[in-house]
């Protein structure tokens, strides 16, 4: 069965930066495209970044784009969210998503798999 485990989340000040990792196992297709999403209480989940899992195109949420880049390592399975300039408002569990059903989806229905996320905090 496959797994997808995220690290790399914590608690930094404004400004700050983070790097989330994702590992993925198991996993024999792993669809179009990867991605990045969070949630905060009381929100909806929302997508932040995805890469083309054959291109190896990227495309962000209007929110994250000059701050965030998304990244892949096939030869380690392994899915990379870079964070720099964060802000408050960036605090949330991050999740990662495999099995894309289309190439650079930042919707959470059009992903197949997850992972248990990791918690950013971003304090002022």
């Keep these: 069965q496959g797994q997808l485990v995220e690290s790399g989340g914590g608690s930094v000040q404004a400004g ?5 990792s994702c590992a993925a196992s198991g996993y024999t297709y792993s669809g179009l495209s990867m991605g990045w999403f969070r949630q905060a209480p009381g929100t909806e989940r929302e ?3 995805s890469i083309d899992n054959y291109g190896g195109g ?5 929110s994250v784009k000059g701050r965030f880049t998304i990244s892949k390592d096939n030869s380690k399975n392994t ?6 300039s964060l802000k408050p408002e960036d605090t949330a569990m991050y999740y990662c998503a495999t099995g894309g059903m289309r190439y650079l989806s930042l919707a959470p229905g059009q992903y197949r798999n997850w ?3 990791t918690q950013v905090t971003v304090s002022s």
């Design 58 to 62: 990227t495309t962000y949420a209007d």
């Design 79 to 84: 899915l990379f969210l870079q964070m720099n």
């Design 47 to 49: 997508g932040v970044a």
């Design 115 to 117: 992972g248990q996320g």
């Design 16 to 20: 700050g930066s983070l790097r989330l």
